[in-house]
């Protein structure tokens, strides 16, 4: 018995108008006449399965970070036998607004990709796709790092045989490692010093001379360090105990009552420090809550002067190892 094979030209047709409306116009409800109801799209890079309202949400967040956004269609293919279109496209826009916590930088960005869709019953019922917003950061220039990424898994667990810590021992951890205390400062848009307290900071390598920090997304300082090019990064001396509280409050100049002086790329470094740096901001990359900041050392300078100590929520004296 032969088997009857439904054309899928209608269905190739509405999608191009959909497609168009779509993410071109944000009008995101005319994918209601091209996806089934039971729709599921599953990224290839993360596995995550979205709906349709998580694609409209999706769609209209992109659009609203890059309002000038217009997409191509270079290639459709249509497998009649199997049920399948293919699409490749690439899209173009200016990196206008905000998007995942990413500043903003006016850049035009240009991103392609493709979707492989599965019909049924003159419907889309799914879509699996080389693209989502990781892969529109990446082309931004800010990767992620996929394992901040990883979904978890919501059900109820009675007793958890995993190994893994929970929040509260892994805190414990942490409060026994010691570190330096430093304060990462770079210059704003209107050029104006900003920095943050942070304890994050790791030597990556000598040769190259690479550095990282990392730095959380709420604080008021992240935007001018994101669209940065260089930063500083200063040690805290046993002296500097005031200086970290005032870099770890939120208050709007942290400069006033200092005294500091700029790297020769117009980092602010601040005086009394054990030791500072000046490095170029190289990598970017995005680790949901945070970014982590890779950068290539320029400029240093080493005082003779104890470094502070941090442990457990408490400041030591690095010389003495005694509560400051």
Not at 54 to 66: C, G, H, N, P, T
Not at 146 to 171: M, Q, W
């Amino acid at each position: 018995m032969q088997q009857i094979v439904n054309s899928l030209q209608p269905v190739k047709e509405s999608l191009v108008n959909a497609w168009e409306a779509a993410w071109d116009r944000g009008q995101v409800d005319a994918l209601d006449e091209i996806f089934h109801a039971d729709f599921r799209r599953i990224s290839k890079k993360s596995k995550n399965v979205t709906t349709i309202r998580e694609l409209k949400q999706e769609i209209l967040s992109v659009r609203e970070a890059f309002p000038d956004l217009v997409t191509k269609i270079d290639h459709l293919l249509v497998d009649e036998q199997e049920q399948s279109i293919a699409i490749f496209w690439h899209t173009t826009g200016t990196f206008t607004n905000d998007l995942q916590g990413v500043p903003a930088t006016g850049n035009t960005v240009e991103t392609r990709g493709s979707n492989l869709m599965e019909v049924q019953d003159g419907k889309i019922i799914s879509e699996q796709v080389t693209w989502d917003q990781s892969e529109l950061l990446e082309d931004v220039g800010v990767p992620s790092l996929k394992s901040a990424f990883e979904s978890t898994d919501d059900g109820v667990v009675v007793d958890d045989l995993s190994g893994v810590p929970n929040l509260d021992a892994l805190k414990g951890f942490n409060r026994q490692f010691i570190t330096g205390v430093t304060v990462v400062t770079t210059m704003d848009e209107h050029g104006k010093p900003r920095g943050l307290a942070a304890n994050s900071y790791v030597s990556v390598s000598l040769e190259p001379p690479l550095v990282l920090v990392c730095v959380q997304k709420t604080t008021s300082t992240y935007a001018s360090l994101f669209k940065s090019t260089h930063l500083g990064i200063n040690i805290m001396s046993n002296g500097q105990r005031d200086t970290v509280g005032t870099f770890a409050s939120k208050g709007d100049d942290k400069f006033a009552e200092l005294e500091w002086h700029q790297g020769p790329n117009g980092s602010p470094l601040i005086d009394g420090s054990a030791a500072s740096i000046e490095a170029e901001i190289k990598e970017r990359f995005q680790a949901k809550t945070h970014t982590v900041f890779i950068a290539k050392v320029k400029h240093s300078e080493v005082a003779q002067l104890e470094p502070m100590v941090y442990k457990a929520g408490r400041f030591y004296d690095g010389a003495e190892l005694t509560a400051l």
